[in-house]
């Protein structure tokens, strides 16, 4: 077996213990004297993993993050001085394997190595079936989804109009897509539209289309999503987020099986099925006098519901490795297998971007793994939200809502701190800079579960 | 009148009304969201960008306040993993008003000590005029336009540094002459006029000539190149960029304009193809930056090195280069620019999700930075990506990026670049005949500016980020 090789650039108090460690965990260690030569040794050859110190000269966000970015540099590992909230955040956006407190002991940096180490047997990846690509493949043999097979082998050849709710990210495009190719309209074409990115007023003339002339500057007639969807489906998602207005014209043409242009004088006969999808709770928004009541029972005519990837139980590791198997063939990456570790790290996380959220990790993760297969350090888990932050989001502690107290954010991060050292108060209370005492008193206060009794938020 | 910053929500009355129509693709103008979010949702939570901008009056007094909540706003969280995410603008994002009161009144501040210090150096101006010192009205009245370009008011900038050029003009001093007409030269191209520009800089050459100015003569060279790159006359910029380097000799000890002037003359010859040749004057410039130890080149250094290899195709080189390039970036200018050309690279390699990432890195940049310009270079590439997956919805961003362009009167060349790729992406998507319109709408735009092809203008695939060329005077 090759010996690990690690990279390392920290304090030159730190430098023996780190050595000690590395000597420990039987690996060859180089030591980079500055920032420069760091990335000069990236730039040479790739590396099992790096320990970078935030109190380092010239370390800052925009260099860690290009590192944790780096192929070549595998695995992170930071240390910093002292507890810090903002630290432990950013090791967390990082995906950082530890953040170990300064100054180094080697007992602790020898811990760290091992668990690098021990990754456990590997479970290799299924060859992709034909066909499959990440928009399309409906995966998953838990309990809830096999309800939602059902549902679907049951209504996919009806006409009726099907509404599918579940949080953000559940996949319900890719059911709304199996339902049409399950569908006798699968020759037909599939329109999807997405009800909450579209301004009101190009969600009008975007589903319905307009006449030439309709409007200043509307020089051309233009084809409506729903005469394009002719024959085929039309899937509107978000719905809950369309305007009264245009909640009332949806509603005559599912009723009327007709559309009429902006500025046009006569209805054109469709033949469209509808099948719409909202993360909202319909029924409050109906309650709220948000949504149209009759719309409401127009497009439920069938309701189904994903489960949050959280409740799917082996589902997730299912999904994790068919992505790890469609992202290796897209991106040309000759990935054979995950470790056990990796897996059980993506099946205990909580997902609140669920199956968009997964996919997205294993893209990078994929992207990040120079050897044949995926260690937990090229994951990146809750770092992977597609949207950037705002300048509000960069100046607060960065993973919770801007809208959390300082309390929500103490709980969170408590939390998160207790999962890292296994449940060991203790430990936790050293890693907070705080007496024990203290932190018991946190624990029963925000009513926290210890990972021993249930999941960290 | 100046018009709203991200998400213009009204009708503009101004110039050009053919070039106005941002809703191209449904010949109407976007209304506020804010009937669909806020009185749907009965007044409640939801308070967007674009509801601001709706229930604000558009006036310049309150453009440092909309800005500032700009930069403070956040991403939904509610939509962090949901499909409109993706589709999601500077527009959509939630007003956070915390610490208002507070604000409003530093802003308002601001707002007054910015218009002191004008104030100051106006009347400082007609101090030194009383007192016969051309020289002294002319650097109070181009600091004044400095000002005015800080604040991205580039007709203001312009036109204090026009008042400074007619003073230096009637003093009689070509050294101070060439040197206003340089800046107003380089303000009039930020505003688009890129004919008076390279008038300026041509005028400003012969006056720096006169008064054996080198470095000023080679500086209005770099100037008129980079107003003809930008017009896609890559052979005259090229003309350009070697006659500064004429003017400039050898000269002892060597000056920034070299390095400037060389680093140009690489991104023209690879705009041109010239891929071998590019090459000599790259590093030529690397070995000036080493001897004059110059820090500030290392991004620019970057990333013409990283699209050096992007042209060869190679992108893992190309990305390491640009990576670097955007962590040494001083500015925000610098880093959005590159950071949009490190996404560019990932893009052409398929890393759909990397690239979509760093390009929301350089929106949330410029957002913060408040500099919208960008933001529609921002937009298309996010457009692009989409419509490359297949996705219908992309035409959002584009939209977008024309309201930006409509809304900031940024030049003419960004609506035409942005009814370009819309063009092409809704012909990818399989609309072609509002493809074909697009495309045919900004074929006329790059005629007027006198750009012979689509192809040669679309520049922003692989921008050129260069220093702006100046000397230290004022």
């Known amino acids: 077996m090759t010996r690990r090789r690690i990279l390392g650039l920290v304090n030159e108090i730190d430098a023996p213990a780190l050595e000690d460690g590395a000597r420990g965990a039987d690996a060859d260690l180089i030591l980079a004297s500055s920032v420069d030569r760091l990335f000069k040794r990236l730039s040479e050859s790739e590396w099992e993993l790096c320990v970078v110190s935030l109190s380092a000269e010239h370390v800052d966000d925009a260099l860690l993050e290009r590192l944790a970015g780096s192929s070549a540099a595998g695995a992170l590992i930071l240390t910093a001085r002292g507890a810090s909230l903002n630290a432990a955040l950013l090791a967390d956006r990082l995906g950082a394997l530890a953040l170990l407190r300064e100054p180094l002991e080697a007992g602790g940096v020898a811990d760290a190595f091992e668990a690098l180490a021990d990754e456990g047997p590997s479970v290799e990846l299924s060859p992709l079936e034909e066909g499959q690509d990440g928009r399309t493949a409906l995966i998953g043999e838990s309990g809830e989804m096999a309800e939602v097979f059902g549902t679907i082998a049951k209504v996919a050849r009806s006409t009726s109009t099907v509404l599918i709710t579940g949080e953000s990210g559940t996949g319900k495009e890719v059911v709304a897509r199996t339902l049409h190719t399950q569908s006798d309209r699968s020759e037909g074409p599939f329109v999807a539209v997405n009800c909450a990115a579209i301004p009101e007023q190009l969600l009008e003339s975007e589903l319905f289309g307009h006449e030439k002339g309709a409007f200043t500057g509307a020089i051309a007639k233009r084809t409506g999503r729903f005469q394009r969807a002719d024959g085929g489906t039309l899937f509107l998602d978000e719905i809950g987020d369309m305007s009264a207005v245009l909640q009332a014209k949806l509603l005559r043409v599912l009723e009327e099986r007709a559309v009429e242009r902006v500025g046009g004088r006569e209805a054109e006969e469709i033949d469209v099925r509808v099948v719409a999808a909202t993360n909202q709770s319909l029924s409050e928004a109906i309650l709220d006098g948000r949504f149209r009541e009759d719309l409401y029972y127009r497009l439920a005519v069938v309701e189904l519901a994903l489960p949050p990837l959280r409740e799917r139980g082996d589902d997730v590791r299912r999904l994790a490795l068919h992505f790890a198997a469609l992202f290796a063939e897209r991106h040309g990456r000759e990935i054979r297998a995950i470790t056990t570790k990796a897996l059980s790290r993506i099946a205990e996380a909580r997902w609140p971007g669920n199956i968009r959220e997964l996919r997205n990790v294993m893209d990078r993760a994929v992207l990040l793994t120079s050897t044949d297969t995926i260690r937990t350090g090229a994951l990146r888990i809750g770092a992977a939200a597609p949207r950037a932050a705002s300048a509000a989001e960069v100046a607060r502690p960065v993973g919770y809502p801007a809208t959390a107290s300082l309390a929500e954010v103490e709980a969170a991060h408590i939390a998160k701190v207790l999962a890292s050292v296994g449940g060991h108060i203790g430990n936790a209370a050293d890693t907070l800079g705080i007496h024990r005492n203290t932190l018991s008193r946190k624990i029963q206060e925000y009513g926290l579960d210890t990972p021993d009794h249930g999941r960290a938020p | ?474």
């Open chain 2, 1 to 474: 009148m100046h018009a709203a910053a991200f998400g213009g929500v009204r009708l503009r009355i101004g110039s050009d009304r053919e070039e106005r129509k941002p809703l191209y693709r449904h010949g109407i103008r976007h209304t506020s969201f804010l009937a669909r979010h806020v009185l749907s949702n009965g007044g409640m939570n939801r308070f967007t960008i674009d509801d601001l901008r709706a229930a604000l009056p558009e006036l310049d007094e309150l453009r440092p306040l909309v800005d500032y909540l700009v930069a403070t706003s956040v991403a939904d969280p509610e939509r962090t993993w949901s499909g409109s995410s993706e589709l999601g603008t500077a527009g959509d994002r939630l007003v956070e008003p915390l610490d208002l009161e507070e604000a409003s009144e530093r802003l308002a501040l601001e707002v007054f000590e910015h218009r002191s210090r004008i104030y100051g150096l106006a009347a400082r101006a007609i101090a030194a005029l009383t007192e016969g010192d051309a020289e002294a009205a002319t650097e109070a009245l181009l600091q004044a336009a400095s000002l005015e370009a800080e604040k991205g008011e580039a007709p203001r900038a312009a036109a204090y540094a026009d008042a400074a050029y007619r003073l230096a003009r009637d003093a009689g001093d070509a050294t101070l002459a060439s040197l206003t007409l340089r800046r107003r030269a380089r303000h009039r191209r930020a505003e688009g006029r890129y004919e008076d520009a390279r008038r300026d800089y041509e005028e400003a050459l012969v006056l720096a000539e006169a008064a054996e100015d080198p470095r000023g003569a080679a500086e209005a060279c770099v100037g008129a190149g980079n107003v003809c790159e930008e017009q896609a006359r890559w052979g005259e910029a090229e003309d350009w960029y070697r006659r500064a380097l004429s003017l400039l000799g050898s000269h002892e000890p060597p000056v920034p304009e070299q390095w400037h002037a060389l680093l140009n003359l690489h991104v023209v010859l690879r705009s041109m193809g010239s891929l071998e040749g590019c090459l000599e004057p790259l590093r030529e410039a690397e070995a000036l930056v080493e001897t004059l130890d110059d820090s500030s080149a290392v991004p620019f250094l970057e990333n013409a090195w990283g699209q050096y290899h992007m042209a060869l195709r190679d992108f893992d080189t190309a990305e390491q280069h640009l990576r670097r390039g955007v962590a040494e970036s001083a500015d925000a200018r610098s880093e959005i620019t590159i950071r949009l050309n490190l996404a560019e690279t990932l893009f052409a390699r398929g890393r759909h999700l990397d690239a979509a990432e760093e390009a929301r890195r350089a929106e949330r940049r410029a957002i913060v930075s408040s500099m919208p310009q960008k933001l529609p270079e921002v937009y298309r590439l996010l457009g692009r990506i989409l419509a490359d997956e297949g996705i219908l919805d992309a035409f959002v961003l584009f939209e977008r990026a024309l309201q930006i362009v409509d809304a900031r009167d940024l030049p003419a060349i960004e609506r035409a670049r942005t009814l370009q790729a819309y063009g092409e992406a809704e012909s990818s998507l399989g609309d072609t005949a509002t493809g074909r319109e697009l495309l045919s709408e900004a074929d006329r735009l790059y005629e007027r500016l006198g750009i012979e092809h689509r192809r040669d203008a679309w520049s922003d695939r692989y921008q050129g980020e260069r220093p702006i060329s100046e000397s230290n005077q004022t």
